[in-house]
């Protein structure tokens, strides 16, 4: 963990203009992932996990309001000249977006889709990129490639358009890919195959990835840390291991117990984490989730627990942590 | 696609016999006797009896119209009883002029509209997007022949740059021609650019908002690449639909233009022979002028389906 | 995601004009009096100290606006002003007459299309395709030619052409309507088709196509002004705008005023009546959320 990191969020902000004022997507966000490493960025509707992954990429809403730094490779993506940060997209930066039949363009052939960033990045001559963008059509798993680059995203399904969106993302050999809940809008038969796809080929290429989902489940076992964000905050980070040998904050624990499990005896009622997530434009003082964790106390609705570590890096933010039993057990 | 040009060619059939039918019927509206009133002055009763045979007036109505009919579909629509032409000679005669005039109208209309509706769609509701909104929606309640007489007054009266009703024809001189042909070019191709450009910015607007273009700005693309490729694709579909609506408009704005610019192109002879009444050019003219209007618009529809893919394989 | 999602076109609309123009600013105002002014004018013409719209005077031809004179004379000597206020009036005439048959047409057209279907809609809608297959003023001309020129010819001609799009635009709003819940909740009351068609949908479709009239007049006012420019609308010497625009043509180089000022007045008259009826279609747009 000693690497230099290839990413590092430094107590982001995102403001996005609303009629009723400012709404604070992401307040006081830091992160950091080093090379050929994965992060799983988990929340609910609303936790401004999007926005998040939006801010690194600079793609907000016009009018969104930044603050902090984001550093990549060293450099500040939020002073990055416009021509610097075209580089950097779809060439070291790359990007997967959540519903692939609105992703790609309905106009433009498959192929060309591929061979325009590879044109764009690697100067590759218009002949060249199409024979690239065939074989990466074939390392994502898409059968008679060539047939296929010559097709329409609407002659295709919705999970080999997705295969097709990664086969764009992986085109230019990215240092980060960003997948922003790249299996959501998907069947659930195709969900898992995705996911696997995007592991397999981050080893394979020692890329770092982020992986934005709203279900625990979907990191557990794929991705190498996790975050979870509330209200557009990091309740508790920690190496995936970690986090699910024990999660500290009680929101966590919620959306852990939301996810339903197939191991369970028929009939169990699911629990759903009771009230929703407070208003983002009207900000409280407290701890934005007290209003509906059960163990809430009342410093919890005066006081806003700081992201602070254990002594094993698991970080979380919580006055009243759930106790660790891993530790006690051993 | 070749299902799809079958099917758009089966609509054409019913709605070209009905047009022809149309034009048949309005030719009947005329209060009193055709050949009197086509004759004038020179009616004599025998000269009123060689018409009336000539145009087969004796019959029943409907045995005239499918007497007319099947000439029509023999290519012939009629022979002008005033100069001996037929109507497809004197049509073709003037339809070059009339072509240039439009294509003039379509290109300098799209050259305009199309950038403006791009530099608007980029930043809606800045200074410059409402300043080109409220131009276009000023231009919109301007009627053609009140341009053509501004820019007549303003350019040939004025300044003296260009000819104002001096026709050069291709033939004798390209330059010549093109000054001839400028100023009424110029005022079709002003009242044609604004809905061009309304349509086209509404468009990029939503197009703008896609996830595919979030997509392409994530690749790196250049700004120039993803407005004209990505976005202007997609977002042209309405417009194609639009400009050919709007050839009717402009069918309606060269007979304007052409009787203020003295072109010697189709909407003036169609105005001439209301004035010399001379009805069969009238007829024959309003027809093909009809059949070659829903024929572009058959065009456009194919072209519709040239620029979205979805429609080329037969989905929506 | 979908608090970000609508967080974020929320922003995005923040910047579109579109919702600028919810309320009715002064420039709405401006068109409506203007359009009040014209019509009082154009009413109450003969009431007026007008000079006589016909009156020749040989040796004042061509003047320049000046004291008997306001906006001073055509090339036959005729008062200018009082020409153009009893323009107004075969320009409004035609203008407001010919939108106004075509729209009681055309609604009940496209009512009935749009509530019944079936063949009576294919054969409504197969009529209007006829007449959209020409183009409009050629079609105009025609009937014109044909018919003879006078203004209730004009009247009639233009309000033929202009049933095809109100017929449209009448059923497009019957379809989006017919399905609504108060038509069902009409229907299972056992209300008879008279009773909804009356009560549930032409209220409801009355907005809308009253918006469409409006910009109606003003494609009605600049078609009857090509026509009579073209010397086949309002016959002369009866003042009409665009007649006069086409007699001060000829005068242009030395007396432009005699063309420009019908021209002005006309122009201001048709983007008044734009600028009122787009106004009140941005109000009663159902796709901006007017609810």
Redesign the interface.
């Known amino acids: 963990m000693s690497e230099t990191p290839l990413l590092e969020i430094e107590d982001l902000a995102v403001a996005l203009p609303t009629e009723r004022g400012p709404l604070r997507a992401v307040s006081g966000v830091s992160l950091s992932l080093a090379p050929s490493r994965s992060l799983g960025i988990v929340g609910e509707s609303g936790s401004g996990k999007t926005m998040l992954a939006r801010a690194i990429l600079r793609l907000l809403p016009p009018g969104a309001r930044l603050a902090g730094a984001i550093r990549f490779d060293g450099r500040d993506l939020l002073r990055l000249s416009r021509r610097d940060l075209r580089r950097l997209r779809g060439r070291e930066l790359a990007a997967v977006f959540q519903d692939p039949m609105t992703s790609l363009n309905p106009v433009l052939s498959i192929g060309s889709q591929i061979a325009e960033a590879l044109t764009e990045h690697m100067g590759l001559a218009a002949r060249a990129a199409m024979a690239r963008a065939v074989a990466l059509l074939a390392e994502v798993g898409i059968p008679e490639p060539e047939r296929r680059a010559h097709q329409f995203p609407h002659q295709l399904s919705g999970g080999m358009r997705q295969r097709v969106a990664i086969a764009i993302a992986l085109s230019c050999e990215p240092r980060l890919l960003i997948a922003d809940e790249p299996t959501t809008a998907l069947d659930v038969t195709v969900q898992a195959q995705i996911l696997d796809l995007l592991a397999r080929e981050r080893q394979k290429r020692h890329m770092a990835m982020i992986l934005i989902t709203h279900d625990l489940g979907v990191v557990a076992g794929r991705t190498d840390d996790v975050a979870v964000m509330y209200a557009g905050r990091i309740v508790e980070r920690a190496s995936t291991r970690a986090l699910f040998r024990q999660m500290r904050s009680p929101y966590a624990e919620a959306l852990m117990a939301a996810i339903p499990r197939l191991d369970a005896p028929p009939h169990t009622r699911l629990s759903a984490i009771a009230g929703s997530p407070p208003d983002p434009t009207r900000p409280t003082p407290g701890c934005p989730f007290s209003p509906r964790c059960r163990y809430a106390r009342e410093r919890c609705r005066s006081e806003a627990p700081p992201l602070s570590a254990d002594s094993r890096d698991h970080h979380y933010a919580c006055w009243f942590p759930l106790p660790d039993r891993s530790r006690a057990e051993v | 696609m070749l299902g799809l040009i079958g099917r758009r060619l089966a609509y054409l059939v019913p709605v070209i016999l009905a047009v022809t039918a149309l034009t048949f019927l309005i030719a009947n509206l005329l209060p009193g006797d055709l050949a009197i009133v086509m004759l004038g002055d020179q009616a004599t009763p025998e000269n009123v009896a060689a018409l009336h045979k000539q145009l087969g007036l004796d019959l029943p109505l409907w045995q005239q119209y499918l007497h007319w009919l099947w000439g029509v579909l023999h290519g012939d629509f009629g022979t002008s009883h005033r100069t001996g032409q037929t109507v497809l000679n004197a049509i073709a005669g003037r339809l070059p002029v009339t072509l240039e005039l439009l294509i003039m109208a379509e290109l300098g209309g799209i050259l305009i509209g199309v950038p403006l509706a791009i530099l608007c769609a980029v930043r809606p509701g800045s200074a410059f997007d409402r300043t080109v909104a409220g131009i276009a929606f000023g231009s919109l309640s301007v009627p053609p022949f009140m341009l053509a007489i501004l820019l007549i007054f303003v350019f040939a009266l004025r300044l003296h740059l260009l000819p104002a009703t001096a026709y050069v024809p291709l033939s004798d001189s390209l330059l010549g021609n093109l000054r001839s042909m400028a100023l009424p070019g110029a005022t079709l191709a002003l009242l044609e650019w604004p809905t061009i450009m309304r349509v086209l910015r509404s468009d990029m607007i939503s197009t703008l908002q896609e996830d595919y273009i979030a997509m392409a700005r994530a690749k790196g693309l250049s700004p120039r690449r993803i407005l004209l490729v990505h976005a202007l694709k997609p977002s042209s579909l309405t417009l194609v639909t639009v400009i050919g609506l709007n050839i009717g408009r402009l069918i309606g704005g060269a007979v304007i233009t052409e009787s203020i610019f003295a072109l010697p192109g189709v909407g003036r002879l169609l105005l001439e022979s209301i004035y010399l009444r001379d009805f069969i050019i009238l007829q024959g003219g309003v027809l093909l002028v009809a059949i070659g209007f829903v024929l572009v618009n058959f065009l456009v529809d194919m072209l519709y389906a040239v620029l979205d893919p979805r429609i080329r394989h037969g989905r929506a | ?5 609508s ?6 609309e ?4 579109a919702r ?1 123009r919810r309320r009715l600013g002064i420039v709405f105002w401006l068109a409506s009096s203007w359009i009040a002014l014209v019509v009082a004018l154009a009413i109450f013409a003969d009431l007026l100290p007008l000079a006589d719209p016909f009156a020749q005077a040989l040796l004042a031809r061509r003047a320049p606006p000046s004291a008997a004179h306001l906006l001073g004379t055509d090339a036959l000597g005729r008062d200018i002003l009082a020409r153009v206020i009893f323009g107004a009036r075969a320009s409004l005439e035609i203008g407001l007459l010919a939108p106004l048959a075509a729209t009681l047409v055309g609604t009940l057209l496209g009512m009935l299309s749009g509530y019944f279907r079936g063949r009576f809609e294919t054969f409504a809608i ?1 009529t209007t ?11 105009a ?3 014109v ?4 020129q006078s203004v209730t010819n004009v009247i009639l001609v233009l309000a033929i052409l202009t049933v095809p799009a109100v017929t449209r635009v009448a059923r497009a709003a019957t379809l989006a309507i017919r399905e609504r819940e108060f038509v069902t909740a009409a229907r299972a009351l056992g209300a008879g088709h008279l009773r909804i068609l009356r009560r549930e949908i032409l209220p409801n479709i009355m907005l809308p196509l009253g918006a469409y009239f409006l910009v109606l007049v ?1 494609v009605t006012v ?1 078609v009857e ?2 026509l009579s ?4 609308g309002v016959p002369p010497p009866q003042p009409s705008w ?1 007649g006069m ?2 007699e001060g ?1 000829d005068s ?2 030395i007396a ?1 005023h005699i ?2 000022i019908p ?1 002005v007045a ?2 201001l008259t ?2 008044a009546f ?2 009122v009826g ?1 106004s009140l279609r941005a109000i009663t747009d159902p796709r901006r959320g007017a609810s």
Do not use: T
């Open positions: 995601m979908a608090a970000l999602d967080a974020g076109k929320l922003a995005l923040l910047e579109m004009p600028r197969g395709d006829v007449l959209l297959a020409f183009p409009p003023l050629v079609l001309l025609a009937i030619a044909y018919l003879g003003a600049v002004g090509i420019f073209l010397g086949l665009g625009i086409a043509r242009l180089d432009p063309a420009f021209a006309m122009f048709v983007l734009n600028l787009d």
